[in-house]
Structures are given as C-alpha cells and as structure tokens.
C-alpha cells in the first residue's frame, strides 16, 4: 500500500505545508516534528522557487527568504534524510517543475527515494504534461499528486481516473492564500472523484480556520493548509516550532470530529 | 496524452490545473477562427485602417553607404500605430477574445509598448483593460505608464521578484487564475503555454509576408539576412516566418547582452542561458544550477527577460537561425547612430539589430542585402538614454 494512504488513516487528514529553509532549516526540521507531534498526518514541504506562479505574497514571500538564505535542492534532500531518523509520516515535496528538471528527473526522483520523500506536488505539471516526470517517479515509487481545480469541470474525472497518492482539490480560483470564504462547490468535485477512483482527496487553497477546516473535512477527506502557517512562521521565526504545533493540534482535533 | 504545442523539444503547456480550460477553450476558439474570411477581413481592415499597414520596407541608403557593405533595408514597425510591432499581435488577440465573448484583457509589459498597444486594443473595441507592469520599469519608462492610463486601462505595478517583466508575466499569470469566464490573457510574445507561442506568430508573421513581397518587388529577389531583436521573441519570429523555408536567408535574432555575456548583468538567454521549464513552456531560460530564474539585466526594459519563445529555441536548435548578444554601449551607439545618419531614433530593443547590422553589413559584400527589423520607435528611449549619456533629463 501507497505509503500516503497511512496518512488517511486516522479519521479526516490534517496537511500542513511549510516551506524548507524559512527563516532557516534549522528551524524547519523543528517545525516539521513538532508539526508531526501535533498530530499532522502528512507534511508537504516545499522547496523554495525563485518565481511561484501559483502562490500567493506569503508564500512567495517564504521561497524568497528561504533562497536569500542559501536553501537549495541538495540541502534539502541531506534535510529530509535527517528528518526520516525520527519523523515517520508521508512526506511529499511541493515545488515547481523547473526545480526538479533542472537537478534531472531521474536523478532528483531516485534522491526523493533514497531520502524518504512520498510523493511530489507540481502545480505547474498538468495532466497533459505529466509524462515529463512519470517514468521515473513510478521507477523510484515516487507518487505525482495531481490537482484538480474548481474550473477543471470534464477534466475531473480523466485526471482522477490517472491519479495516485492523493488528489489535491484546489478550493478556489486564483493563488493560494488565506480566504474568508470558500464558494466552489466541492461536494460536486469530490463526487466526480469519487466516481472514477478510490485515492483519497484532500482541499488546500485559502483555508486557515477551525471551523473552516472542519467543515471542508467533513465533504473530503482531510484539510491541507499552507499561507496560513506560512505566516506563524514568519511571525514568530526560530519561535514558531511551538506556535505551529498548538496550530496543527487545533486543526487537527478539528477536522478529526468532521 | 500528447503534449501539444511543442517546437522540438520546447514549448507544451506547463500552468496550473486552473488555467487548462481556458487554455483549451483558446486553442479551439483560434483554431475555429484563424481561418474564417469574416474574422480574417475585420482583422485586415483593423491592420490597414487603423495601425496603417503595411508597414514600409525602406531603403536605408545613407546607412548603406556609410556602412559600405551589405544594402540595408528597415522593415519600419516603429510607424505602425502606437509605435511599435506590437499592434499586429494585440489587435488580433482582442478581436479572437471579442468573439470569445470576454469583456477584459489583462496584459503584462515591460517596456510598455505590448501595455499601450494592449491599452490601445481595448479603448477601441470597449473592453476592460489591466495592464502589469515590473515597478522598476514603471520607472524607466514612465511615459507609457501614463500613456496607458490616458487610453483607459489601469495599470498595477508589480513589486515582486526583480519587479521587471519576467514578474509582470508571474502576476498576469496569477491574475488570470482569479479571474478567467470574462478575462482574455492577452500574452505580448511568443511565448507562455501554448497555444500562445503559435497565435503570438501567426499575428506577427504579417512582418514577413509583407516584407518578403515588398523585398521582390523592389529586388526582385530574397534578402541575404534578416536581423531582429530578440526578448520573448515575437518581432523576430514575426520577421523571419516567412523566410523559414527560404534556406539560403541568414536569420540572425540580437539578443540583449547588457554589460556583457561574460558578466551577470546580461539577458542573452540562448548565449547564457540553458534548457528549463518555466512561464508555461520548456525553452531557454538564464537559471542557477538548481532551476532557479536568475535575475537578468539589459538597458532595453522590454528585452529584460530571463527567457525565450519555444519556437526561436528550436531554430536555434536545428540551427536555422542564429542569436548573437548585443551590449548596451552597442545598442545605445546604434540608437544615436541610426538617428543621426538617417534620422530616424529606434527603440533601443530595436537598436540591438541595428547594432548587429552595423556589425555585418561592412563585412559583406555590396550585392548582398540585409533587412533590419525596427519594431519598434524610440522615442519613449530618449530620456533613459539622455541619463545612459550622463544627462540629466527626466520626463
């Protein structure tokens, strides 16, 4: 079984994202455990890019303060492989195409393998271009998280038809960042998954509230939240590993009672 | 599934979940449209009676005999309206996105002609119209900045990243994921996810057409080379369509070198750049080792971009057209010495070619003809080249 199915495991999911290197990966590695401490059932980490087209100003903000630091790639895979000592939950990258194209598909697939990575997360590999990367994470059991969005309309089905790991239902148009509301109807979407795969479906895009949290929960099977943390993180700096851990318990106990 | 828009390796369509159905719904909106005589004639009567084309071919004679070489011809897409090429590609997005049925074009610029052009568009057909623009060149050429809100269009600066036009695309990009049912992207080059680079060409290859036609009529025969400048890439690739199968027509594309190709400070994407994945398609891209997009640099705002359309990549290649780099001490000297010798001030984007024909025409022989690209004219330039020259001129 897909070691990210585990992370479906004990009720709805709770998916936090955190960008590796921000403020420093000294840090990271403390907000990844106690992330996972907290009840967090699957991390993503990003790896920072220089032009995230699909983020919002926080995140873009955290890829920038990661790579003014000195984050890259290689610093990432030793971070994640000294993360596995201990941290047992999937893990899966998020990060852009041109990151693992450059450091060579293969090469970054077999690293993701080695390291303890799950899955990977490229929001700038649609359906049709999957097969830039799919031979070789499917070599190295790396699986390719695909998103769909509240306008992928007859594209659902064909796309969850292909899916594995888990699907990554995008809550609302535009990039990601804290929303107030959400208004797609996701019910509808995760109906049309339901119908063409068993994969599990969580929704990331403009959640940072309980109570939303709570009730996306309750329509899919879990909750993934990134600007939301981004920003504790950016608050609180080498301070955060505390505040981001009694963020995710509370998140964590919310989508569980959905 | 096949990825589709693809130049050899290059191209395909690499954007988010959310932008695929609009992406689709724009192939097959052109794809019914390109060849439809109703679409073709309003498009025809736009270009002749609106953006005064054809565009002349002129015999740039005292070039010529200053140069001592090569016969130079000026292909002048800086007298089209608004003052520049990039007329030819925002009249016919906004018409495809009339019939569409948008109501809004979004734009990116850098030095602000595609941003006027767009505005332009948009005051003429009554849409709606939001132009980004990189803060830094806001700055640089602050006169189209106003041009563009006097047209009616607002425009945002864009203060992420190098605030520069590879940031003015991103932010359109993400615009475009917030916005889609009444918003047409309306993309300034050859390049983005297709079926941008092909549509961007398409309207664009009218250069050649006309310049290959106009070029036997007064020669009675092919031109030798054919020089443009080079950022996304839809000048050239509009100059040098038509010659594509024309093999024995040198296609040269001047890309901007900044302080040099030995240097950081540089935009020459084929000279310094190399394969990579970004703004929706696979090209060249200036880039670290580990992917990420450098910050590029050139004097022209509207070459400042770190990549290049999938099409110029592929000719490159196979080898069918060559991209040479172009310093800025080049291309300002060409800017001063086109407008002195034959009185006519370049945009300093198209003063790289005439740099690079400065270059080669004294290397070839009298017979030999070269015809330069000048997409676009210079007078928005003026006051940044004053400072270049350590006037002090402000607008």
Known sequence: MSNIRKAFENGKAFIPFITCGDPDLETTAKVVRAAADAGADLIELGIPFSDPTAEGPVIQGANIRALAVGVTTDKIFDFVTELRRDVKIPLVFMTYANVVFSYGGERFMSRCKESGIDGIILPDLPYEEKDEFSDVSKKYGVEMISLIAPTSEDRAAMIAKDAEGFIYIVSSLGVTGVRSEINTDISRIVKVIRENTDIPCAVGFGISEPRQAQKIAGISDGAIVGSAIIKIIEQYGKDSPYYVGEYVRLMKEAVITA | ?395
């Open chain 2, 1 to 395: 599934m096949k990825s589709k828009g693809r130049f050899g390796v290059h191209g395909g369509q690499y954007i988010p979940e959310t932008l695929m159905n609009a992406i689709n719904e724009l192939e097959k909106a052109y794809d019914r449209y390109k060849n439809d005589p109703e679409f073709n004639r309003e498009l025809t009567q736009l270009f002749n009676e609106y953006a005064g084309r054809p565009s002349l071919l002129y015999y740039a004679e005292k070039l010529t005999k200053e140069l001592g070489g090569a016969k130079i011809y000026l292909k002048r897409e800086d007298l089209n309206h608004t003052g520049s090429h990039k007329i030819n590609n925002v009249l016919g997005q906004a018409l495809l996105a009339k019939k569409m049925g948008k109501t809004r074009l979004i734009a990116e610029t850098g030095a602000g002609q595609h941003g006027v052009a767009t505005a332009t568009a948009a005051a003429l057909l009554g849409m709606e119209c939001v132009v980004f623009m990189g803060e830094e060149d806001t700055k640089r050429q602050a006169l189209n900045v106003y041009r563009m809100k006097l047209l009616g269009s607002e425009v945002i600066p864009v203060t992420t990243g190098t605030a520069t036009l590879k940031d003015a695309v991103s932010e359109a990009m993400r615009e475009w994921t917030k916005r889609i049912s009444d918003t047409h992207y309306c993309l300034g080059s050859v390049m983005g996810p297709h079926p941008f680079p092909t549509i961007v060409r398409d309207f664009q290859a009218i250069i050649s057409r006309e310049s290959r036609q106009q070029i036997l009529d007064k020669e009675g025969r092919l031109p030798d080379a054919v020089i443009a400048c080079v950022g996304g890439g839809s000048n050239a690739i509009g100059s040098f369509y038509h010659y594509i199968p024309d093999e024995k027509v040198r296609l040269i594309g001047c890309e901007a070198a900044g302080r040099g190709i030995d240097t950081f400070e540089t935009a020459a994407t084929v000279n310094t750049g190399k394969i990579g994945i970004f703004h929706g398609m696979k090209s060249y891209f200036c880039q670290d080792e580990y992917g990420q997009i450098a910050p590029v640099y050139s004097i022209s705002a509207g070459l400042d971009y770190p990549g290049v359309g999938p099409e110029h990549a592929y000719l490159h290649d196979i080898g069918r057209a060559e991209y040479v780099p172009v310093t800025d001490d080049e291309a300002v000297n060409a800017f001063e010495y086109l407008s002195r010798v034959e009185g006519i001030i370049p945009a300093i984007e198209s003063a790289h070619a005439v740099a690079y024909a400065m270059k080669l025409a004294p290397t070839m022989d009298k017979d030999k003809i070269i015809i330069i690209t000048i997409s676009g004219r210079g007078d928005k330039d003026c006051a940044a080249i004053a400072r270049y020259r350590g006037e002090d001129i402000y607008e």
